[in-house]
């Protein structure tokens, strides 16, 4: 069955503003620019007051999602769903989750290239399903451990071809790799907040507009708060400001009001992540999970092409092949693989006793919500 013009748009609109989340973020990073009281010109990193900035994107998700009920309560057949009411205190756990993993990714994305950083979040997925088996009672699919092994060796490939490339480009190795094991342990605590979306956030039928909305005001409003202390707390040479303090928001506009093209690039991270979620929960809705997840391997080649392009990293074989092994991973533990073998007259017996298992097919990725994104 052959999409429609506005099936078409939304995996279109998907896509691109997926990969223009984590693209201007990383322009973000490339910036350097003066700072407040007379501080030399340097660069643009402030990690945590991004991440605000991708919270507020998704808070924004709250005013779409209101927006659209009161359209469709004025027509003559109203057809959304509003779901149940629900206590927004129970999204606190699983924000607080997504607040300290973007927080981490950002830090690591000022650290690794673009592409390195959205392939390496494939990694999720080995977290999430083993968490799922021990917290959530989930039985993997033998394909689904398969894809979890696979993933494994796609990340160590990737982790290598970041080794041999960390000399060559404006990053050191001892950042690359430092900024690839925060991605990993940045996936460790998004797996977290999965799981507890699952166990205690799906159950209450909540609009996943709304749901993301409200992790997203949690998210704002407390890192918000946070940058306060940050501004006070010495790190040293970890730090990327002049006053070697963990966030200085102060300098952040300073160094926005001396290069204007930051704020560009700021507001292409907050915008690009609302549509971004607005798109891949009418992509889940209007056409299927399935090419929501084909669609968010798409841009993790997307963002890797347009890098090259722009020459923000060097093209690299290893590279290629890690991402192809991730891919494979991530299609057999999702299931993108069953449509292929119900085709070949000896395997279909294969895919239906997968399809007939108890532990078949778990709404753990993808399904209702949209990673940060992440952004991640």
């Known amino acids: 069955m052959s999409w429609t013009k506005y099936q078409l748009f939304l995996a279109g609109l998907m896509l691109t503003t997926g990969s223009i989340n984590t693209l201007s973020a990383k322009w973000a990073d490339m910036f350097s620019a003066a700072g407040c009281r007379g501080d030399p010109e340097h ?7 991004q991440a605000v900035g991708m919270f507020l994107g998704e808070f924004s998700c709250l005013a779409v999602f209101y927006i659209l009920l009161c359209y469709d309560r004025r027509s003559p057949e109203p057809k959304m769903n509003a779901g149940q009411s629900f206590n927004p205190l129970l999204f606190l756990p699983p924000a607080m989750c997504d607040m300290t993993a973007t927080s981490i990714m950002y830090v690591a994305l000022s650290m690794t290239s673009a592409s390195s950083f959205q392939m390496l979040r494939g990694a999720v997925i080995i977290f999430t399903g083993l968490l799922s088996v021990a917290f959530l009672g989930r039985r993997l699919l033998t394909s689904q451990w398969l894809g979890i092994v696979i993933t ?3 990340l160590v490939i990737v982790g290598f071809a970041d080794f041999f490339s960390g000399n060559k480009d404006e990053h ?13 342990m940045a ?7 999965m799981v507890l ?31 306060i202390p940050m501004y006070f707390i010495h790190v040293g040479d970890f730090s990327g400001n002049p006053r070697q303090v963990l966030e200085d928001a102060l300098d952040a506009f300073c160094q926005i009001g001396h290069q ?10 907050t915008v690009s992540i609302a549509f971004f979620n607005f798109a891949g929960i009418s992509v889940t809705k209007e056409i299927s999970a399935t090419t929501r997840m084909v669609l968010d391997s798409l841009r993790t080649l997307v963002i890797w092409v347009v890098s090259l392009a722009l020459g923000w990293e060097q093209f690299l074989g290893l590279q290629v092949l890690g991402f192809l092994v991730l891919l494979l991973g991530t299609a057999l533990y999702n299931g993108l693989h069953r449509p292929v073998m119900a ?26 919500r949209v990673e940060a994104g992440n952004e991640s």
Do not use: W
């Not at 790799?177 to 991605?183: A, K, N, R, S």
């Open 43 to 49: 660069n643009f990193s402030h990690p945590f007051l």
């Open 172 to 184: 050191k190795i001892s950042d690359v790799i430092t900024g690839d094991l925060l991605i990993i």
């Open 197 to 227: 979306e699952e166990k205690f956030v799906y159950k209450h039928d909540v609009h996943p507009l709304r749901a993301v909305g409200t992790e997203g005001f949690f998210g704002f409003f407390v890192l918000s708060l946070l940058l």
């Open 152 to 154: 494994i060796l796609g």
């Open 187 to 193: 996936q460790v605590i998004v797996s977290v907040q």
């Open 260 to 269: 204007p093209l930051i704020m560009l690039a700021l507001l292409g991270n």
């Open 343 to 368: 085709r070949i007259p000896c395997c279909a017996g294969m895919v239906n006793e997968e399809e007939s298992s108890p532990g078949e097919r778990e709404r753990l990725l993808d399904e209702g």
